[in-house]
């Protein structure tokens, strides 16, 4: 199974800031320690002008390149610009493509950060610059093979970015299932929003979910997933507000990956939101890959 990393890009943030930038590294080393060579780990490519062009207006594209975001557009953001943050954002956003494309040809792939799905045709929010899953589905559908695309959002934080972006457009599915109360505090409709209540629990997140999965996508119609499998529903999370445990988003992760793979819908698997205690969230998103692998391994020995 192929799994990308951009982490050796360094995103400069200043002393304090509450964006846990360490927790990607600490996931690619925990790959690294438990599974080995048993997956492919590679290098993100960057996205290139071509693919950010179909998602972002030109003018967003060039305030970003050319550093020249006004202030209030960084506050939205999150981080500071640098040419360091524009590489990082690059490399993110190329390693969803690259993790699209794989899991075509392996039916599953993981990025270990990705999931910005904050970020408008227009502008960035929310620690998203580039909406990389949005910029990946649209290399997809250049694609004859790929005629609907399925995004299941399962960050705690509606995708409020991925849900404008594909606004009336037929090829794409968003599906979001978040915090009610919590950012952003005005929701973007996509598809189908699932607001759950604070302090939702394993028991009540997964019945939820699986009431989705048995009659609420198109999933005879999908040709390809993307998974956001947000860590940030962890009840140990600065920002989630939701009580589940480390099992509970496990078997969240077994569910969506096992119900996707038995329908035979290549999947490609992006991280999310994680804003707990940095050893937490890689354990959290190590368990995701582990999943993913899990379903990896069964179709290759079925």
């Not at 409020?160 to 505090?185: K, Q």
Request: net charge negative; glycine share 8%; hydrophobic share 35%.
């Amino acid at each position: 199974m192929q799994v990308f990393y951009c982490d050796h890009f360094e995103l400069p943030l200043p002393d304090g800031h509450r964006f846990p930038i360490t927790k990607y590294r600490a996931t690619r080393e925990l790959v690294q320690s438990r599974l080995g060579e048993s997956v492919s780990l590679r290098a993100a490519p960057a996205a290139s002008d071509e693919q950010l062009q179909r998602v972002h207006d030109a003018s967003y594209l060039n305030s970003v390149s050319q550093g020249t975001l006004s202030e209030l557009d960084q506050k939205r953001i999150g981080f500071p610009w640098s040419r360091k943050m524009l590489q990082r954002s690059l490399r993110s956003t190329g390693a969803t493509v690259a993790t699209s494309l794989a899991a075509l040809d392996d039916s599953i792939a993981v990025h270990l950060s990705g999931g910005t799905h904050h970020a408008f045709a227009d502008q960035g929010q929310g620690f998203c610059v580039f909406n990389d899953v949005a910029v990946a589905a649209q290399e997809l559908l250049t694609r004859p093979s790929i005629r609907r695309i399925l995004v299941v959002d399962l960050d705690v934080h509606q995708g409020n970015g991925t849900a404008s972006i594909f606004s009336g457009n037929p090829h794409v599915f968003t599906f979001s299932m978040h915090g009610d109360r919590n950012y952003p505090f005005r929701k973007t409709n996509g598809d189908l929003d699932i607001g759950l209540p604070d302090g939702t629990t394993d028991e009540q997140y997964l019945s939820e979910l699986q009431l989705v999965f048995d009659s609420g996508l198109p999933l005879s119609e999908t040709d390809f997933a993307f998974y956001v499998a947000g860590a940030d529903p962890f009840h140990g999370d600065r920002m989630g507000r939701i009580k589940m445990t480390k099992e509970g988003l496990r078997q969240r992760d077994r569910y969506v990956l096992n119900e996707l793979r038995q329908r035979s819908i290549p999947t490609a698997v992006v991280m999310g939101g994680g804003y707990a205690e940095v050893a937490d969230v890689a354990e959290i998103h190590f368990n995701t890959v582990q999943e993913a692998f899990d379903c990896f391994t069964a179709d290759k020995d079925a």
